[in-house]
Every structure is written in C-alpha cells, then in structure tokens.
C-alpha cells in the first residue's frame, strides 16, 4: 500500500511533543506523493503543518484504530511502533486502572502505588489451571504458565523481574513466590511453602532501604530456585544474591535511610531483652541519620521487627543466634558513633579508652577493647625484611572504620543468607525447579559510580538473553506454521559486553590497575581512554578527564572514575579482621574465618543448583591467570553462572515500570515511561515483533471477521482457507505483507489495520447506503404528509373563504333588517308618546268624573245602611215585646186548665168501680202461688223418706267402718307411732324449709343489693376502663407510629442476624467435618506410604490385635451398656497401640464426656416420665376399680394356661421323637437318594406348621376356659343373677351367643376331669371340645378375616378417595387461578395463554408417562429375572416329581397327622451370625454396585442394614450391634475412598447413608420422630438400644459423603463452565471476533482446544439429577447440591468475567442473558425453583444487565447503582473499566462515567473482595424424612448372594 492510500483524510496519526513525549492529530487533507507537509487538527482543534522530509520519508507514525486501544497485548495493536505502545499502556493505566499488560511473551507491569484487591487467594485459584491468554494479564498469569511448563515439558523456567528501583520488582516477584507456595503446597508436613514465603520479610529487613525512589528498595539481586518433586509439589528451595549495596551502611543520602533491620532494632530497644544492646533513637547514631527522616509515612518499624523476628523462628534460626545477629547490627551502629580525636600532626589520631561507644561495641562483640583502640588508629605494613606500625590520619582511620563496618555487615548478610538455604534445603531429590529472578535494573543518575556500572552490565547480559529468546520464539513460530522466513535484524549487544568484560576489557582493566602498589582512579581512566578510545560504545566526554562514557542497549550512561578502585578493592585491615576472629563468641568468630576458594562469589548464597547446566556460549577467558578476588571479579563470575542457569531454562519475562517519580497513585509520566520501556527491552520486543509477521489470526476468526469483504460466491465455498486466500490476494497486492501458515495467517505490521480500514469503508458504505435509502424514504413520507397537509389546508381556507361570503350577505340582509326595525321602532315610539299622552289626559279626565259619581254612590250607601239597622232594631225591640206578653197569657192559662183536671181525679178516685178494676189481677196470681205451695210440699215429704233411709245406711256404714278401723289401729300401732315421728320429722323439716326460706329471702335481699351495687361498681369501671383503653389506644397508636417502622426494621434484623449465625454455625462445623476427613485422608495415606516403606525389605505381618483397631473409622467404639467410664476407654487405648491412642484419646474422652451429659438427660427426663406416670395413674384409680373383676381372670386365665403348657410340652415332646426316628429310619433306606433333604425340609415344616397351629389352638381353649370358670364363679358368688341373664360372653374370633348354664355345665365337667386326672393332655386327646367348637372356631376365623379384609379395602379405597378428592381440590383452585388471570388478559394473550397452559399440561402428562413408561420397563426386567430364577426351580422340581410322590405315600399317615397352616408374617428383621459380619460388608458395601440394586426398592442396602441392626437390638447383643455399626461405616468410607472421582457410587452411598440415619432417627422411639409411623412401623422400633451418638456419626459421615460429591460434580462440570457461559455462541452471529496478540498462541494451550456448549452442561447435570433421583436420594438434599453447583457456575463464569477484557461485551452480556435464562428454565424444567439456585446466579445476570445497560448519563449511573445490587462497587467498576466494544461503532465507557458510578456507590459497605469465593460450600441440611415403606415388605433379591440372612 503506497502512503498515498494510508494517509488520507480523517487518518490519525502520532506527531511528537516536548511535554508528551507524542500527541496525537487528524489529517484534514490527503497526503499526496511529493507534498513537504502534512496539514494535521490537534485535538485542541488548532490547526498545524507537519513537515516531511522527501529524502527519508518519514511520516508520522500511523494511530491504531480505537477498537484496538486498550488491548490487553500491545502485539495485538496493528500499528506497533512506540506512541501505540505508549498510549495503550496509558490508557490502560489511567482509564482502566489495568497495571498488567502483556508485550509477547514479556508482562509489563506498571507499579500503582496503591494496594489493589487483585491478589487474594480467590485471584490465585482463578489463575490456577487456566491458559495465559485467556485471562487478562496477571503476574498470576506468568506463574501459572510457568508451573504448567515445566509440568508438561519437564524442563526448568525462570522468571525474570527487572525494573528500576520503586518499580515494584519485589512485589511482583513475592506475589510469583505466593502463587507457588499456593499452588505447589508441598505434599509433607514440612511447610516448606511457609519458610518460602518467610524469607521475604528477613531479605528485605537486611536487604532494602528507603531511597527517594523507593519506600523499599531492593538494594542487592536475588535470583531463588523454589525446587518441586515428580508430583510438582515444593520440596525446597535456594537463593543467590548479587552485588549488595555495602556503601549504604555508612553512607546515605539525602531524604534515604539505611537498611531496615537498624531502625527495626531502634524502634525495639525498649524490650527486656534488648537492654544489654545500649539502643536509643535512630537520630542518634551516625549510621542511621546521615539522611534526615529516619521514619516512613505509614511504616511501622516496630511491628515489621516483630515479623522479622517471627520468620527467623519459622526457618530454625535459634534465639541465641538471634539474639547475637542483633548485637552484631547493635555493634555496627556504635562502631559509626566512634569518637576519634585527631593529634596535633595530622599524621595520627586516637580513640580514648572511655569511649562509651567503643566499650558497647567490644562488649556486644566479644572483643579485647585495648586491641581494638589501638588497631582502629593503626595498621601494620609487611616488607620482605621486616613488619612496620604506622599510625593513620584521621581520614583513614574514618575509611577504615567505614569499611570494617561494611565488612562486618556484608559477613552477617551472607550469613543469613546461608542459613535461609539451610532451612529451605531438602533431602529429596529435586525433579525440577522454578526461579525467580529480582535484580536490579537499568540505572542511570547525575552521579553514576561503580554501582551503577556493575547493574547496568547486568542488564546487557539479560538483554543480550532476551533478545536471542524472543528471536527463537518467533523462528520457532514460523517453522511449526510452515511459513518461510528470513533472518530478523535487532539489535545485538555483544560489542558492548565485550567491552566490559573481555580481554583487557573495562573490569580487567580495572583489576589490572588495583594490583599496582599506587594505582589511582585517574591512571586507570587514562588507560581507558587509550585502550578503547576507538570502541563505538566508548567514549571520552568533553569536559573531564575523570570519567567515562558507555553506550548502552539502552542509553548513553557516563561514570565517575572516583571510587572505582576503592570499590573494586573493598579492602578491610586484616589486623582488625583478626581481633574478630579471636572474639568469644562463637557466631561473631565464624563469620570471619577464612573462606575456601571453592566458593565463587562471597555475595552468593552458598547453595547452588543441582542441575548439571552448561553455558550456551563460550565464557571469555580471564586476562589474568591469578586473579584477587576483587568484587567486579566476583561480580562477573556470579553473573556467568546466573547466565548459564537462565539459558538452561525457559525464562519468562515481568518488567516493572514506574509511572512517575512522586509516588502518586494512578499518574502517568510519558517521559519516564518512555525512558523505562526503553531501558528493559519492551520496545526492542516490539520493533523485533514488527519486523516480522506480527498479526495473526486463525482462518475461522479471521472469516469470521472479514466476510463482509468477501463476495457471495465465494462464502458459498466449504474451504475457509481457500475463501481466506482469495480475499488476500485480491485485497492486499504484495505478497510480502502476508503468509498462509498451517493453521494461521500472518500478516506486516500495519495490514490488519488496512483490513480494518476496508472494513470500515465497507460498513461505511453500507451505512451511507442504508442511510440514504432510509432518508429518502423519510423523505418521501415528509412530502406525502406535507401534500395531504396542503390539501387539507386548502380545503378548509376555501371553506373558510365562504363562510366568510355567506357571512358577509347574512349580515348585509341583517343589516336592512335592523335598518327596517329601527326606523319602524323610532315611528312607533313617537306615536306610542302621542297616545300614551292622550290616554293620560283621557284618564284623569275621566277618573275625576267617575270619583265624583262614586263619592255620591258611597254617601247614599251609607245611608242606606243607617236605615236598614234602624229599622232592624225598631222591628226587633216590637217582636220581643209581643212573645214576653204572648208567653204570660200560655202560662195563665195552662194553669187554670191544670188545676180543673186535678179536681176531677180527685173525685174520680173516690169511686169503688175504680177499686174493682184494680183487684181483678191480684186473683190470679194469689191461685198461682197457691199451687206452687201445694207442690213444694209434696217434693218435701219425699225427700224427708230420702232422708232417713241414708241416715240409716249411713250409720250403719258407720259403725262397720269404726270396727275395722279399731282392728286396723290393733294390727298398725307400731306404723302409727312411725307416722307419727315421720310428721314430727316432716314438722321439723318444714320448720328448717321455712327458716331457709327465709334466710335465703335475706341472703336474696343481701344479694341483690350487692349486686345492684356491683353493678354499679362495674359500670364505674367500665367507664373508667373505656377512658383507660381509649387513652392507651392513642398512646399505643402515637408509639407504633413512632417506632413501627424501626422496630420491625430491628426484628428483620434479628431475624437475619440469628439464621446468619445459624449458618455461620453450621458452615463451621461442617468445614470441621471436612477438615477432619481431609486429615483421615492424609492419616490413611501417610500410613499406606509407612506400611509400603516397612514391607520394603520383606512381608510382615501386622499382629491380630492392631487389625480392627487401624480400620478407616476414626470415631471411637462405644458401647451401650457400658459408658462413662474412663478407666475402661484407657485399658481399650493400651489395647488398640500408642499410635491409635494418640490420635483417638482426645475424641474418645470428648464422646465420654458427652455420653455422661446424654446419660444425665436421660435420667431426668426418666424421673418426669415417672411422675406423669404417677398422675396417671392416680387419674386411673376409678378404673382400677373396674378391674378388679379382671383380675380374677387373669388368675385363672394364668393357671389354665400352666397347666395347658405342661401338658402340650408332654405331647409336643413326644411327637418330635417320633417323628425323629421316622425320619432317622428314612434316612438310613435311602441314603443315596437325593430327596432326603427335600423331604427333611418338607417335614421340618409342617412340624413347625403344626406347632404354631397348635399356638393358636392352646390360645383359644385357654381363653374359653377362663370364660367358663367366670361364669361358674359368677353363678356361685352373685346374688343379683336373675338382673345379669341376659348377659352373654364374646368370644375372640366369633359373633356368636353361648348360653351360660350351657357354660356351667361345661365347666362342671372339666372339674370331674380335673379331679379324675392331673394330665391336661387327657381332655386335648378327648377331642370333644375341639369338635364341639371346630366349626364356630373356622366360621369365626373366615368371617374375621373377611371383616378385616373389607375394612382394610374400604380404608384404601377411602384414602384414594380423599387423595383424588385433593387432587381435584388443588387442579380446581390452579383451574380457577387461571381462568381469573385469563379473563383480565386481552384476547390475544388469552389465547396463547391457553395454548402455553395446553403445553405445560401435555409435557406434565408426557413425563408421566415416561416415568410409568421407565418404571414399567423395570418391573419387566424385574419380572423376567424373577422368571428365569423360577423357571430354573420348575425344572428341578419336575425332575424330583418321582421321588417326591413316592416319599408322598410313605408319609401320607404323618402328614394326615400334622395340620397345614400358613407361615407366620415375616417381622422385618434379618437374622445373621457373627462370623458372616465380613461377608454381609463385603456383598453389601464393598463390592456392591448401584446397577445391582437399581430395579429394586431404592436405598435397599440401608433397609437391610437397618433390619440386622434391628435383630441385634431385638436379642440385646450391643457388641453386635457395635460391630455392624462400626464395619458398615468403615466400609462406606473405604468404597468412597475407592471410588473418589465416581459420582454415581457417591450418589449411591450418601442416599444410603442418609436412609439408614433416618430410620435410626424413625425408629428410635422417640415421639419427635414418630408422628408419620404407622402402627405397622410403630412394631419395628428399637427396643433396648439408644444409638443417638451412632447418629451423629453417620451425620458426619453423610456430611462428608455429600462433600465429596460436590466436589466430584464441580470437578466434572468447572471445565465446561466458562466455555459454555461465555465463548459458546449460543446466540449464531451475535459475538464479533477481535485482533488478538501473542497471548492467544500460548505454548500452554493445547492445539485441540476443547470447547463446551450449554446444550452439554445441561445434559451433565440431567445426569446428575436422574442418577440422584434414582437411587432415592433425599429431594431436599438434591435440591442443595444443584444450589451448590448454581453458584458455583455463577461464581466462575463472573470471576472469569472480571478478569477477562475480550468477554466484556455487549453481545457477552447477551449471550449471558441467553444462557442463564436457559439454566432458569432447566429449573423449572425439573421443580427446583424452591432450591434457591436460581438466587445465587443473581450476581451473574445483574453483570450481564450491566454489560448491554446505556454508560452515558447521571441517569444512566443511577439507573446501574439501583439495579446492581448483588455486585459489589469493586465489581462494578472492574466491568466498567474492562468493557470493550467488539465493533467500531460502539462506544466506550468514559472514566468520568466510571468516576460518577463510583461516587454514588460510596455510601455502600461492601467487602474489599473482587473476586467470588467459588470454592465456598452452603452449609448443608439433612431434614428427616421418613419411608412409608414397613420392613416386613422388603424382598432381599438373589443377585445380593444374602442367602446367610434368615428372615424373623
């Protein structure tokens, strides 16, 4: 592609800048071949011209496009030069907060000076197993690629960290060693991980510094070889250090410190045991403040003193030791306080003899003080002829001092060193080994001394390294994909390393010149000069004649010759060296002994690797034959052989970087960052990666990515990589730019993002297309819409138009008409004026006229009126007058009429004609009362006969009654007297009737006043009541409105908090439970391992007694009968060995102990049951009572069935001898027959057939007779009998009547029989009572049978129809639920709410039929064995038909004799002997497997477990039931331990366990568990044994049964989760594919990757949950185990999520969506939506929310902060800063969003923990859950071999 074509308009690219090291601008014209500048937009919007140099062409460095920014690898950019690598790492840093980054095969990590939550040990088990590219970058990461590299290639690795100091080089290299220490624990007790890890807090005591870089600055190289055993585990390790910085211990700069381990021991003085030391405050010792601040913000010395001293005591360091390494580092800071006083020369000084200081530092190290005084001041001088003491200036004895200082400090560091490699050296042999490279890396300062130079000549050789390896990395790479290639040019640093150390080289040089007596640093320069005057990475600066300069790989450094030779020489007195020696203490003496020349380096560490290791090239030769050891000379030697031990591994590669020099968190300095990648060989990498085929891609990804470039035809094509190249060759025209490999495509630096480009104009194209389709059709639609607006418009302003028309001629009509109106109304009302005028006058005229007529009207009216009551008056007044005289004359005159007519009476009455008239009357009725006279008389006389003939009567009545009543009176004195005390009494009782009347009256009159003044009383209160209630409802009333709210809020609280800790409870003792069969685990291994070792040589035996005893159980044998004793559980430790007894006597007294406190409980709870017992039977006293009649009967009950049984052994015994010789002689005919057996069996059955007949036979005479003697006595004794004869007796099995003298009589006769004989027997042989009841006996018997069989079909019958009854209930409420919800839906969503309810009910009825269909074909398969077995004994009975029928005849009489009866029901208990205990194990456990048993009832193994143990307890055998016990749990854990990885046989063991605790627990006898037995059940309970504490056992058990059953279930679905939650395209097309960088062709990914849909994780756990189901495991525990799977799917998939960028996308959160809704539905699918799993994949879909919600506005943010609640605020941001659009037209999160996010999450209190702890376990619940299933209806199947067990 020519420039013309890449930089166009819109093309960004990189200009440099003084500030920002590059800047970034936009072309805004094409460049065009031959034009001098490029006219560029910044992105402050100013404008600029770029000019280009024609000659070298070169433009500006090309942009990457912003897909690409922000790769995890900076080969995955397209464009790689340095301003790509450099904004990536910067955006990275700062927007992301990501400090890794991968750079090829090197991880450059950025040091954040911050503490990130990105180390934890959730973070390491994430890392763990998982291939390099697929995680973001991590030092985890590099680890892990590490360990697994040197697990599958068996060769060793190195990890090299470098960087600048306050890079975080030891940081990073620690956090390596953690990841090997977690990862690689070792498999012994040794801890050696530990002692790993301890070594860090001891080097970097001694070791680091504070330097104004760095807080902790690594002032010497390590370089520590962590050594691994054939199974990988660490089994030891070793370190090497390099060139420490000795100077520091006497000099320091400003604002720096000194080693750590001097202000610990400061910071320390004030300890007891330090007082000896004569410590104060830093500030006031020399060597400790010569750089200001002796303290560090956040540091205290104090307690990193306590850890350094803990890690000395973890190593073996003894405390005396200890103690003496303090008082060598005490004694080094009083040596610098040395007051040394100068004589008056100048030529020599002193130190006086009372130096405080002098006499600490002698004291502390145990040296003579004259010797030391003089020899500080002194030294000695050897010539050939003799020995000179010369005093020294003070100069010297200040150099000199320096030196011994540092000397002293230099010994006691490799000191501890070597005893750091003691403690971490093992005995194993080493299989491998990983090393951890942390050294120095490219320094250079104003002031650049010896120090400097020995570092930076280390990193020339590492570079040199590192260069050849990534150069074989990519040679490598292009021979395994076939591809040719041609040799890469990069920069080779050889020349300047044989500057430095080759022949008559830099070093040699210099030791060359530190032989010479007088040699000075300036000779030494000069010969420099001279010798390399002409070398290109040599030269001489301008202005000195005292340094030098080197060319570096990185950068020009120029040195300081002064020091040099000082340096090189570290020169220390030998006199003073040798008062050390002779010091009295031990440690102090030895540090100064004369080393052996076989040590190479005195900074190394004394232990090297094992490993034979051969250099890669030549070493140059010395220049000398003798060579003093100098420190360069040693330096170099050291150096050589860490280059050997790197080449003969396979390095990987962590360059530290720091951002700036302030130590801010999280800010970027370009400047040093580009200064940094520079000096540690990132860039280099990058520059060798781009002059090769940097960009790769498999043909898939990249089809998949660029076939919108394709043409039809060709997509059409089968072959991807034919499709693939076609598109190439037509795209890209250079065949240089790219190579077809074996499985990938490489490609130039700079073609992807040309492909990216056509992409993009592609998808522009289609956009611009798509666009202007769609706006002309919006156009189109404005215009049709504007058109119909016009036409509307026109149509309604025409109408407008005539409206207005019509209005106007309206209004002109109206207007004549108002025109017509008012000229009529103005004429109108003139003339209305006129005439109403006129009228006016008119009125008045004539109203006057008529007032005058009516006043003449109104006067004559009036008198009119006067007259007319005149004349009334005058006419009244005249009639008056006239009655009162008329009225005068009437009476006058009636009076005189009156009195004339009395006159004439008078004489009238006077006359006797008047008289007869009168008496004529009076006659007749005289006569009348004459003859009633007569009349009455005569009924007189009648009656007076009447009379007398009664009077007569009567008295002589009379006197007869008086006779008979005298006689009575005779016969009835005595009953006179009685009558009358009986009145007398009555008299009295009347009296007493009347007084309590009348007190009652009082007590009424008493009671109602009280009443009515109680009533009073209570309506008072009642009113004071109301008032007190309604008071206290308003006071309630204000309080719940008050505290409501809270108190509710606080009981939620409680709540929560209790179930919390609840299950903080439960969890912890579960994880005891899992910790106690780990370390079981570990025991039987560590044992198996001593057994092997022991049978080495030969076979031994172990003895008889230890057999039992070292079983698998670790739980204590505890026996029911004798418990609590202690003395006994020591005797049974003795006996079990001292090696069981150590491990089981603590747990053996715990369980006593706990014995003792059940046994306790016990007792009380025995006393409470006795006094209720005690109640109970007072309540029962009246029924005793009744009972007493009872027991007469039972007494004669008991004496028949004495005498009965004595008399049925004599008879019984006397058959079973005959039948014995019969069968003896039987047996001696046919000795050689094969039927004998057969028959013996046959007769041996009927006998006991006949025996249990003959039980029930005795029963029922026994119970007749006492019937009978009851009766007898009840006739002899009862003198009420003729009340009771309607009494009958009932007898047991029959309804019918016997009569009782019948009874009597009956009963007469068997006391003849008794007195004629004692022999019982004499009435069983009569036989006439067994004939006189056979037949009501059997009529009894069939109709109790049949009664019981009706009623026991009614019940069912019953019971099925309570169930359907319920059934219906339920499908009715569903029904009607439904019919609700559908009714208040629309039409539509009715009708496909009918069809998704029509679905759910044909899937409801499909499964059932599949599982009638599934148990179907078991019973068939069930019923076909069972056939063949039978078809088997068919065929060997017809072929024993003969014999059989022959033995027929000749025991026909016996068998007449012995009556057929059914066998008895079988009890549900399996009877076994002890010796068959092994083999019940063996069939039943050990060797049984679940397909065995899987036709069968499920859990069979625990009913038959249950049913022995049952027998046991039945014949009070607790050794027995003991041993069962213990052996069925051994053998449970022997096959799980067998079979550790098989989830069947697991599933298989932990429902049988769980079965077998629960019928413990239903069968127990306790009531609590008893509330679902059946009577039936209620018969199978224990009866003399409490195996509480076996229960716990097997809860424990079970507990770890179902943990291993997680983890097999995890370990089997944990490699298909991240496959199938993230990378699998569930959703076809959705997921888009991204340039991906070296990472992605990991040497530790397999070329076959295998991938996982959901389709197959769904299957598996269908297959985990068919098996459970099977074989009856509980449902609730299976809905916990699918929890515990849930969440742990939810915990890897979002782990996985927050530590990969390339998955946090849109389309991820999609297909996340997609998946999880699939799982939901599997849920439902099989009814665990009560389980809770659903709940804990809530973390999960929140983060899928996340990824497809809008990142752009406040809303936005508040919208995620309300959503998100299940993901913490780290979780959050971690997604937000991973996101990444998959295509350019997404946008990216920007950090002020992220910043917004994080500032409305801070109120929240969410743990510092990013990652899910996904090897966390729910504490797990077994609820009971008892079996409906009785013992006694369970078949022992053939195919168990349990023919030992005898049903009871």
Request: net charge neutral.
């Amino acid at each position: 592609m020519s420039a013309a074509q890449l930089y166009t308009q819109y093309t960004r690219v990189w200009i440099p800048d003084p500030d920002e090291v590059w800047k970034s601008a936009e072309i805004i014209k094409d460049y065009k071949e031959g034009d001098k500048s490029l006219r560029l937009r910044l992105e402050d919007e100013t404008i600029c011209e770029y000019p280009v140099d024609l000659h070298g062409n070169e433009l500006p460095f090309l942009r990457n496009p912003d897909i690409l920014v922000g790769e995890n690898d900076l080969t995955a950019l397209s464009y790689l030069h340095e301003p790509a690598v450099l904004h990536n790492l910067k955006v990275r840093f700062l927007e992301s907060n990501h400090i890794y980054t991968y750079c090829g095969i090197v991880l450059v990590a950025i040091n954040p000076y911050e503490q990130l939550p990105i180390y934890e040990q959730d973070v390491i088990y994430a890392y763990s197993g998982q291939n390099m590219g697929d995680m973001d970058p991590h030092i985890f990461a590099v680890a892990e690629e590490a360990y697994k590299q040197m697990a599958r290639d068996e060769k060793n690795q190195s990890i090299i960290v470098s960087g600048e100091s306050g890079a975080g080089k030891t940081v990073s290299a620690k956090y390596a060693m953690r990841f090997f220490a977690t990862v690689g624990g070792s498999a012994s007790e040794t801890n050696i991980e530990a002692k790993v890890l301890a070594s860090s807090p001891i080097m970097e005591a001694i070791g680091n510094a504070k330097t104004t870089r760095n807080d902790n600055s690594s002032r010497f190289g390590k370089y520590i070889q962590i050594g691994f055993d054939k199974r990988y585990h660490i089994i030891g390790a070793n370190m090497r250090t390099y060139l420490l910085e000795k100077s520091r211990v006497v000099f320091q700069a400003e604002d720096e410190r000194n080693y750590h381990i001097f202000y610990q021991l400061c910071a320390s003085a004030s300890l007891p045991e330090f007082k000896d030391l004569a410590l104060t405050c830093a500030e006031d010792f020399f060597y400790a403040s010569q750089g200001g601040d002796v303290s560090i913000e956040g540091v205290d010395d104090a307690d990193d003193f306590e850890k350094t001293r803990h890690a000395f005591t973890l190593l073996g360091v003894k405390e005396s030791h200890q103690m003496t390494i303090f008082r060598i580092i005490a004694a080094i800071l009083h040596l610098g306080n040395l007051d040394i006083q100068a004589e008056r020369d100048g030529d020599a000084c002193s130190v006086s003899s009372t130096d405080e200081h002098l006499n600490t530092f002698c004291s502390l190290l145990g040296v003579e003080h004259s010797q030391m005084q003089h020899w500080l001041c002194h030294r000695k001088l050897v010539t050939t002829a003799e020995t000179y003491v010369k005093s020294m200036s003070l100069q010297q004895v200040l150099n000199a001092r320096d030196a011994l200082a540092k000397h002293i400090y230099a010994q006691l560091f490799n000191w501890i060193v070597q005893h750091i490699n003691k403690a971490l050296y093992t005995t194993v042999k080493q299989h491998s080994f990983i090393g951890v490279l942390d050294i120095y890396g490219f320094e250079t300062f104003e002031v650049n001394s010896f120090e400097q130079f020995c570092i930076n000549y280390a990193n020339e050789k590492l570079q040199q390294q590192f260069n050849s390896h990534v150069f074989k990395l990519e040679q490598e790479e292009y021979v395994k994909e076939e591809i040719p290639w041609t040799l890469i040019d990069f920069y080779d640093n050889q020349p300047c390393i044989d500057l430095i150390e080759a022949k008559l080289g830099i070093l040699d040089l210099l030791d060359e010149e530190c032989k010479v007596p007088k040699g000075t640093d300036h000779n030494w320069a000069q010969k420099l000069y001279d010798r390399h005057a002409s070398s290109q990475h040599f030269q001489k600066p301008r202005m000195s004649n005292t340094s030098f300069i080197v060319v570096h790989f990185a950068d020009k450094v120029e040195y300081q010759c002064e020091g040099f030779l000082e340096k090189n020489r570290d020169t220390v007195y030998e006199e003073q060296i040798n008062i050390l020696k002779a010091s009295k203490y031990q440690m102090v003496a030895d540090l100064f002994q004369d080393e052996k020349d076989s040590a190479p380096a005195a900074p190394m560490g004394k232990g090297t690797s094992k490993i034979n290791i051969r250099s890669a090239r030549p070493v140059v030769k010395a220049a000398n034959k003798e060579h003093k050891k100098t420190v360069g000379h040693q330096f170099r030697n050291s150096l050589h052989l860490l280059m050997e031990t790197l080449n003969a591994t396979t390095p990987h590669y962590v360059r530290c970087i720091k951002p700036n020099d302030e130590k801010l968190p999280f800010k970027f300095d370009p400047k040093r960052a580009v200064q940094q990648l520079r000096a540690c060989g990132v860039l280099e990498t990058i520059r060798i990666s781009a002059a090769g085929f940097p960009s790769r891609w498999s043909y898939h990804d990249f089809f998949n990515r660029y076939r919108v470039l394709m043409k039809k035809r060709d997509i059409s094509k089968n072959d991807k990589k034919q499709i693939c190249r076609t598109l190439l060759e037509d795209l890209i025209k250079d065949p240089d730019k790219f190579q077809f490999g074996r499985t990938k495509i490489f490609f130039r630096a700079g073609q992807v993002a040309y492909l990216e480009k056509l992409r993009a104009d592609k998808f522009r194209a289609a956009t611009i297309m798509i666009q202007k389709t769609v706006r002309g059709w919006l156009q189109r639609v404005k215009y049709q819409r504007l058109k119909r607006a016009a036409i509307v418009i026109q149509r309604y302003a025409r109408g407008h138009l005539a409206r207005r028309l019509a209005e106007h001629l309206r209004r002109t009509r109206a207007a004549t008409v108002f025109q017509k109106q008012y000229r009529m109304l103005r004429i109108r009302r003139a003339f209305q004026r006129v005439r109403n005028a006129t009228v006016t006058i008119q009125a008045f005229a004539r109203g006057m006229f008529v007032r005058r007529v009516y006043r003449k009207m109104l006067v004559e009216h009036k008198a009119t009126i006067i007259q007319k009551y005149l004349r009334t008056w005058l006419a009244r007044t005249r009639f008056l007058r006239i009655r009162s005289a008329t009225i005068v004359l009437q009476c006058y005159y009636r009076r005189m009429k009156a009195r004339q007519e009395l006159k004439a009476l008078k004489i009238e009455a006077r006359s006797a004609q008047h008289l007869k008239k009168l008496n004529i009357g009076m006659e007749n009725k005289v006569v009348q009362l004459q003859r009633k006279i007569d009349e009455q008389s005569k009924e007189y006389k009648l009656l007076n006969e009447q009379l007398s003939t009664l009077t007569s009567a009567h008295t002589s009545e009379v006197e007869k009654l008086k006779k008979e009543l005298e006689q009575y009176q005779q016969c009835h004195r005595g009953d006179g007297n009685q009558l009358v005390s009986l009145q007398e009494e009555t008299e009295s009782l009347r009296l007493e009737l009347e007084k309590a009347h009348g007190e009652r009256k009082v007590v009424e009159d008493s009671y109602v006043k009280e009443k009515d003044l109680l009533k009073k009383r209570i309506s008072d209160l009642e009113e004071e009541n109301a008032l007190l209630k309604r008071e206290k409802e308003e006071l309630n009333h204000k309080i719940l409105c008050q505290s409501q709210d809270g108190f509710a809020q606080n009981t939620v609280e409680e709540n929560l908090q209790m179930k919390k800790e609840l299950e903080e409870e439960r969890s912890r003792y579960q994880n005891l439970v899992k910790e106690y069969s780990r370390l079981e685990q570990r025991y039987d291994n560590l044992r198996d391992e001593i057994t092997i070792i022991k049978q080495a040589p030969g076979h031994r035996r172990n003895p008889s007694n230890q057999s039992s005893l070292e079983s698998d159980s670790n739980y204590p044998s505890i026996s029911t009968s004798e418990l609590g004793d202690t003395e006994d559980a020591i005797q049974q430790v003795e006996e079990a060995g001292m090696e069981k007894a150590a491990m089981d006597m603590t747990l053996f007294l715990k369980l006593q102990k706990r014995v003792r406190e059940l046994e306790q409980e016990r007792k009380k709870l025995q006393t409470q049951l006795e006094k209720k017992e005690q109640e109970g039977k007072k309540a029962q006293v009246i029924e005793t009572k009744t009972e007493m009649a009872s027991d007469s009967e039972d007494f004669a009950y008991n004496s028949l069935k004495r005498q009965e049984l004595e008399s049925e052994n004599k008879k019984l015994k006397n058959e079973l001898n005959e039948l014995r010789k019969a069968i003896a002689e039987r047996a001696t005919q046919n000795n050689s027959s094969n039927d004998i057996q057969d028959s013996y069996n046959l007769l041996l059955n009927q006998l006991k057939s006949a025996n249990e007949e003959l039980e029930v036979r005795k029963e029922e005479v026994l119970i007749l007779r006492t019937q009978i003697m009851n009766a007898a006595q009840q006739k002899e004794t009862g003198k009420n009998m003729e009340t009771n004869i309607n009494t009958h007796a009932s007898w047991p099995n029959s309804d019918k009547h016997v009569d009782q003298e019948d009874a009597i009589e009956a009963y007469q006769g068997m006391c003849e029989t008794n007195r004629k004989t004692e022999d019982w027997g004499y009435l069983n042989e009569d036989g006439e009572l067994g004939l006189a009841y056979q037949g009501l006996k059997q009529v009894a018997r069939l109709l109790e049978a049949q009664l019981q069989d009706q009623r026991r079909e009614h019940e069912e019958e019953v019971e099925t129809l309570k169930n359907q009854v319920e059934a219906m209930k339920e499908e009715m409420e569903k029904q009607q639920q439904a019919f609700l919800q559908t009714l208040q839906l629309s039409p539509e969503a009715q009708v496909e709410f009918g069809l998704q309810q029509e679905i759910t009910r044909l899937t409801n009825e499909n499964l059932d039929l599949k599982e009638l269909l599934e148990k179907l074909e078991k019973n068939e398969k069930k019923l076909k064995k069972q056939l063949k077995i039978y078809m088997k004994k068919v065929q060997d009975f017809e072929a024993s038909q003969v014999t059989v029928q022959t033995e027929r005849r000749r025991h026909e009489l016996n068998r007449q004799v012995a009556v057929q009866r059914k066998e008895k029901d079988f009890q549900g208990m399996l009877e076994y002997y002890k010796e068959d205990e092994p083999l019940l194990v063996r069939n039943l456990i050990t060797d049984l497997k679940p397909q065995t048993v899987s036709a069968t009832v499920p859990c069979l193994p625990a009913y038959i477990l249950y049913m022995c143990i049952r027998h046991a307890d039945y014949v009070n055998d607790d050794q027995k039931v003991h041993s069962l016990l213990t052996s069925t749990i051994n053998g449970i854990k022997k096959v799980l331990k067998k079979h550790n990885e098989d989830f069947q046989m697991t599933s298989f063991w932990l429902a049988n366990t769980c079965r077998l605790l629960h019928c413990l627990k239903q069968y127990s006898g306790d009531a609590g568990f008893m509330t679902q037995n059946t009577a039936k059940q209620n018969e199978h309970c224990l009866k003399n044994f409490d195996l509480t504490e076996y229960r716990q056992v097997l809860s424990d058990l079970s507990i770890q049964i179902y943990q291993q059953l997680i983890k097999i279930a995890e370990g089997i679905l944990q490699p298909m989760i991240v496959s199938a939650m993230l990378e699998n395209e569930s959703i076809q097309g959705l997921s888009g594919v991204k340039p991906m960088g070296y990472r992605n062709r990991s040497s530790s990914m397999a070329d076959s990757d295998s991938s996982y849909s959901l389709d197959a994780v769904i299957r598996q756990m269908n297959a985990f949950y068919s098996i459970m189901c099977d074989q009856g495991l509980d449902p609730e525990i299976i809905q916990q185990v699918f929890k515990q799977l849930f969440y742990m799917i939810n915990a890897v998939t979002l782990n996985n999520l927050l530590l990969r960028k390339d998955v946090c996308s849109w389309s991820t959160g999609m297909q996340l969506r997609f998946n999880i809704s699939q799982l939901e539905e599997w849920l439902r699918g099989k009814n665990l939506q009560q389980s809770g799993a659903a709940q804990t994949l809530e973390p999960l879909i929140q983060a899928a929310q996340l990824l497809q919600l809008k990142k752009k506005t406040s809303e936005d943010a508040e919208a995620i902060c309300s959503l998100c609640t299940s993901l913490t605020t780290q979780q959050i941001v971690k997604i937000l800063n991973l996101y990444t659009p998959v295509n350019e037209f997404e946008e990216r999160v920007t950090v002020a969003f992220i910043r917004n996010i994080q500032a409305h999450l801070q109120e929240r209190n969410d743990p510092p923990q990013l990652l899910l702890d996904f090897k966390y376990m729910f504490p797990v619940l077994f609820p009971f859950n008892p079996s409906s299933i009785t013992m006694d209806s369970i078949h022992l199947p053939a195919s168990l071999n349990l023919e030992f067990l005898n049903k009871v």
